[in-house]
């Protein structure tokens, strides 16, 4: 799908009951092809509202499975060619240490890679310990996709042959959420502040910070989000678009905090 479109809002709404209609059509891509996005991709800061986010990684090798139930073939990197030209093949091989947030079943953690010492740590805002078998084995495949990934890139994988299937990823001690919905801030908070080499034995001595001052970062992220100056652009390219046509008026498409962003549409 080259024509991208992502839309951030601060708010959803909802019914009687709290829920959100996911499958509710939102607005429709006119491109090579026609891409209506629903409700369900929506990513939103506000607390308690839904994420929709998927790896297609994951997604093709469930449980994480290194071989694919479908296809019958083992990951690799070349089998999605779409993510291919996001690979920074320089900072993947130069970089001494590498964050990479992931998000499954609606919870976001975080991975410290240590480039030199080819080791992995997760970091993550609600567990101390994986919380279950699934996750342990999910853990276990994602420290193999980035092996993988930084192997492609021209580096050295964090194991050699087939103990790449066997990355073991222990959890740091570290102050996380108070609530339930909060991980996707800490997530971004500490991937500006932490400083890997302050890790010691499993554990970051890091202030816990009060509910109060996690929900002004949201709101910080939120504004960094929906004004800066990357939006602005994309949003006035977007407003003398063709390409581009609402499916039917929308109180969420049509909120101050709502923000529509696509690149690489082509205007007729």
């Known amino acids: 799908m080259k024509q991208k479109c992502y839309i951030w809002g601060t708010r959803l709404k909802e019914d009687a009951d709290?829920?959100?209609?996911?499958?509710e059509e939102m607005c429709t891509l006119i491109g090579q092809g026609e891409y209506i996005l629903m409700r369900m991709h929506l990513a939103s800061l506000q607390a308690k509202s839904d994420i929709e986010s998927q790896c297609m990684a994951l997604s093709d090798h469930p449980n994480g499975e290194f071989v694919s139930p479908k296809t019958k073939k083992e990951f690799r990197v070349e089998a999605y060619p779409s993510f291919i030209p996001f690979i920074d093949r320089k900072k993947l091989t130069s970089h001494p240490y590498i964050f990479a947030p992931v998000c499954y079943?609606?919870?976001?953690w975080l991975w410290?890679?240590?480039t030199r010492k080819r080791k992995c740590q997760i970091l993550d805002p609600l567990h101390k310990i994986a919380p279950t078998d699934e996750r342990k084995t999910i853990n276990k495949f994602t420290g193999y996709v980035f092996s993988r990934l930084i192997t492609y890139a021209g580096g050295k994988p964090l194991q050699k042959a087939e103990r790449e299937k066997e990355i073991k990823s222990p959890y740091v001690k570290i102050s996380g959420q108070k609530t339930s919905y909060d991980c996707a801030v800490y997530v971004m908070k500490?991937?500006?502040i932490i400083e890997p080499e302050n890790i010691k034995k499993g554990k970051y001595q890091w202030d816990?910070?009060?509910?109060e001052?996690?929900?002004?970062y949201r709101v910080?992220?939120?504004s960094r989000i929906l004004f800066s100056e990357m939006n602005t652009q994309r949003d006035q390219a977007i407003r003398e678009s063709s390409a581009i046509r609402l499916s039917k008026p929308s109180s969420i498409?049509?909120?101050p905090f709502c923000q529509i962003n696509s690149a690489d549409i082509k205007t007729g």
């Open 18 to 23: 709290g829920n959100t209609n996911e499958y």
């Open 105 to 108: 079943a609606g919870h976001w």
């Open 208 to 211: 816990n910070w009060p509910q």
């Open 213 to 216: 001052e996690v929900d002004h």
């Open 220 to 222: 910080e992220y939120a």
């Open 112 to 114: 410290l890679i240590n």
């Open 190 to 192: 500490w991937m500006e």
């Open 253 to 255: 498409l049509l909120s």
